[in-house]
């Protein structure tokens, strides 16, 4: 019988040189990897998120405790972590008054006060981005609850708060054909629905929406919800919090300033132990549920090198998706177009062609796209097709103790195959990266040659990347951790055209 074998945690990389698994621990003792001077913060919001925003960032220059220091480290301050200054009046500011929320968000139609919503918000910060004199670093959109509750797909505006009816509905709006007519000029109503009905080309989903909508500006953005930076004084009707911080304080503020130092150019933190030379791309694809077509669908690739920096290239939309076996496959020229933007983008940074690219994907490879990834893949490189999924059900449990399984431990198949916890038991912390009893993530080289060890080792590697959460480690590799949320993002508007941008625009 095969045994187990175990992978050791990797380290990450912070300033001067030092080495931690742990990325709290590393930045609470050597700091971030490189420095900025400060955060210029750019803050869209009402007069109340303006003062929510302003009071949450006084409150983060001190230190803040959880209820458990040991499996959640408190935070030390701001400055005391990143080294660099983030200050409540280092503000440009752009007010959305309530009166402008009050008049959009009362329509029956949830795709319509979505859209008129982000565009509100967007031509704030566009105009300002444009005319303003002072380099903001990133951009704060605080969302009142009322926003974040009534701008969802699938929510549902009570009849006592709607001001104004819907003036299509969404099975029409949907193959609504736009007849013009002589009386056009003179028909309100007619101009009414025509508008209406563009708005369903668009997700009902605010964070989405205006993330896409804000590509081809290049803009970074961080959307918080005023419930979350003031989650003590936002209630629900009981009288308790909508969102309840309190057992993990210090952990809120950890996720926010590590996202907005991110955002803002810094570099938390890199790979200390991959190996150079090596590109992971991780396919992205997204079914458009707005289209007639069932097999259509939006793809992308996100990058990773070595030094952590990710890049998104958004693909083109086409009949990727097969309903019959639930899979997604791009064509040949598709394939070989995304491929050489990896490409392209790759030796523009590092100023040669990579040694080692490994693609990783949720389904496996069909023989028609690889053969066309491997027509533009230089012939130094040596290209490698990893299949990463959790539908292969296998638990372990322990006889003895009161923690489960490890993480690192893996379960080698054979010389193509193994199942690897990137969740369980994590000695420095004292506890488990989840719940339940930890489920493994089977991974597959599906195509191309490597070695299965070396393979795991870089898979556990990568789930150490996500800058938008500080936290021991993820439960997937950064290929894939956003791969539903970034298609979310390029599916919710399908006018987008939006450049090679790195990561940082997306989540």
Known sequence: MKKLIFIEEPNILFAYGQKCVDARDGLTLFGPLNKIYGIKSGVISTQNGLQIFKNYIQHIQKPIFNANNITRPMFPGFEAVFGCKWEQESIVYKEVKNEEIGKMLYNESTHKRTYDLVTLFLDKIVTANKNEDEKVDVWFVIVPEEIYKYCRPNSILPKELVETRAKISKSKAKNYNYQPSFFDDYDKDLKQREEEAK?????????????????????????????TLAW?????????????????????????????????????????????????????????????????????????????????FKGEVGPWYNPDNREFHLKPKEAKTLLSQALLSYREQNGENPKEIFIHAKTKFNK????????????????????ITKTKPLKLFKKEGSYPIMRGNAFVVNEKSAFLWTVGYVPKTESALSMEVPNPIFIEINKGKADIEQVLKDILSLTKLNFNACIYADGEPVTLRFADKIGEILTASLDIKAPPLAFKYYI
């Open 368 to 387: 028609t796209e690889w053969e066309a990834f491997q027509e533009v893949v230089p012939s130094e490189t040596n290209l490698v097709g990893i299949t």
């Open 199 to 227: 708005t369903y080309h668009y997700d009902a989903q605010f964070h989405d929406q205006l993330k896409a909508r804000l590509l081809q500006y290049t803009i970074p953005t961080q959307i918080i919800r005023e419930s």
């Open 232 to 312: 003590r004084d936002v209630k629900n009707k009981f009288g308790m919090p909508v969102r309840d911080f309190s057992k993990i304080e210090g952990h809120l503020a950890w996720t926010i300033s590590t996202a907005a130092f991110y955002k803002a150019g810094g570099k938390p933190w890199k790979l200390s132990d991959i190996r150079s030379g090596v590109c992971y791309l991780g396919l992205v694809y997204k079914k458009i549920d707005t289209s007639n077509n069932p097999k259509n669908a939006c793809c992308a690739a996100q990058m990773f090198l070595d030094n952590g920096d990710g890049t998104v």
